[in-house]
């Protein structure tokens, strides 16, 4: 009796591994045609997987970009703000030098007692003054502010003088001048040591 239970169970296991097997062939088949019916339309697997893969490159892509742009920081190259302005010598006593004046935005004025650096920049709005030698004074073409010679505003709409830079002598012998250090004539800086270079030749 147990040996024919287990002869049927025996037959049971085979009658259902085979059906198993019938079951797979016949799902097989059916994916086989239902991708044949889709053509070139993606199943949900495919799309979901390309999608990941899409996200990925993003990623990596991004991530690449961000490594390329380390490479090459931003940085803002500004010029000095010292310059030497060449030997006391080469400069005559009266003369409003405008030899820097495009580079650095800088007048020099030497006088009988020795030199002043003028910022080329208009109290009004930061238009650059025009020297007038006929006229002697500094003119602003923006709005007509007029400076003298000293750098005193005395007409138009500028609401103070022009700046003073620090102006001294190098070990070598030339001019520095420190754009860096402004002396402002409504704050008293102009009598501070820097506003003004004695010289006499």
Not at 12 to 28: H, N, P, S, Y
Not at 49 to 70: C, N, P
Request: charged share 30%; proline share 5%.
């Amino acid at each position: 009796m147990a040996k024919a239970e287990k002869q049927v169970t025996e037959a049971e296991l085979k009658a259902l591994e085979e059906r198993r097997r019938a079951e797979q062939v016949r799902e097989r088949a059916k994916r086989e045609r239902e991708k044949a019916q889709l053509g070139t339309l993606w199943s949900r697997r495919d799309f979901m997987g390309r999608l990941g893969w899409g996200v990925f490159g993003a990623f990596a892509g991004i991530t690449l970009l961000g490594f390329m742009r380390s490479a090459f920081p931003r940085i803002l190259f500004q010029p000095p703000t010292t310059f030497k302005a060449g030997l006391p010598k080469d400069f005559t006593v009266g003369e409003i030098s405008e030899k820097f004046k495009k580079d650095f935005r800088v007048w020099i004025i030497r006088t009988e007692e020795g030199f002043y650096a003028l910022f080329a920049k208009c109290t009004h709005l930061g238009c650059t003054p025009r020297w007038l030698a006929a006229e002697t004074k500094f003119k602003c073409p923006c709005h007509g502010s007029g400076f003298y010679k000293t750098g005193i505003n005395f007409e138009g709409p500028a609401p103070r003088p022009l700046e003073r830079l620090r102006i001294t002598l190098a070990e070598d012998g030339q001019i520095v001048i420190d754009k860096g250090v402004k002396y402002l004539y409504e704050k008293g800086d102009w009598t501070k040591p820097g506003a003004f270079l004695k010289f006499s030749a």
